[in-house]
């Protein structure tokens, strides 16, 4: 199969990008940067902030089948809606739900609707609570949960052979995990339960997370989109 995979810099992306080309895959990277050197990996630099970028990439189909994970994220600036500037409430809503959207729809436009199609967006716990200081993360989730089915819906009536997922990945070992536990306490009052995780060795690693994902990619779709990993 051919895997498209967004924010394969670190973290889940490249868990996930490793754990394909392992599999013998084809892998294309999407993000602005990358350190991945393997025969059957291509890489298209894009910033996902910006929606003009996203909407200039193209994609091409696989006779085994085409598959688009939607990874890259971005919990944003730590601090109370009131207390943030517009463009930190922008930057996440473009990475998290925008791009994705876009990418979705020119992934489902561009490969032919007679190959096996695949779409995995990766979401998140935050989608089905409130958290004070990420109110854009959370809302930026729970949209991605509901386009996802939606999504799926829309191309099964069209009779397109089609798996769609939004799956939360838990707590994991990645730099956005690093980056929350050194918010500023004074504007993020969830700050101590995230570092308790990492001290008390809570957080999953990435590769682990990967491998559940990329094994429930291979196995036929029975209709459940939202997911966590720790169904799987």
């Not at 051919?2 to 013998?24: C, M, N, P, Q």
């Not at 561009?110 to 779409?119: A, G, M, N, W, Y």
Request: net charge negative; glycine share 6%.
């Amino acid at each position: 199969m051919k895997v498209y995979i967004t924010g394969v810099s670190s973290g889940i992306g490249k868990a996930l990008a490793l754990e394909f080309l392992e599999r013998g895959n084809n892998v294309v990277g999407l993000g602005r940067k990358h350190d991945i050197d393997h025969p059957q990996f291509s890489f298209i630099t894009c910033d996902l902030s910006d929606v003009s970028q996203v909407k200039s990439i193209r994609f091409s189909g696989d006779k085994d089948g085409c598959v688009l994970i939607n990874n890259a994220g971005a919990v944003g600036v730590l601090k109370r809606v009131s207390d943030q500037e517009q463009d930190d409430l922008l930057n996440v809503i473009n990475v998290n739900t925008i791009a994705p959207m876009l990418l979705c729809q020119s992934f489902l436009r561009d490969v032919p609707s007679d190959l096996r199609t695949i779409i995995l967006n990766i979401s998140s716990g935050a989608a089905n609570r409130a958290i004070p200081s990420w109110a854009a993360y959370c809302a930026s989730k729970i949209a991605i949960d509901r386009f996802s089915e939606a999504v799926c819906l829309e191309e099964l009536e069209k009779g397109r052979y089609l798996a769609v997922y939004s799956i939360a990945p838990g707590v994991v070992d990645t730099p956005m995990q690093a980056e929350i536990r050194s918010a500023d306490p004074e504007h993020f009052s969830s700050l101590n339960t995230f570092q308790e995780l990492f001290k008390n060795k809570e957080l999953t690693d990435a590769s682990e997370v990967a491998k559940k994902l990329a094994s429930l990619l291979f196995m036929p779709f029975d209709g459940k989109v939202i997911r966590s990993v720790r169904e799987l």
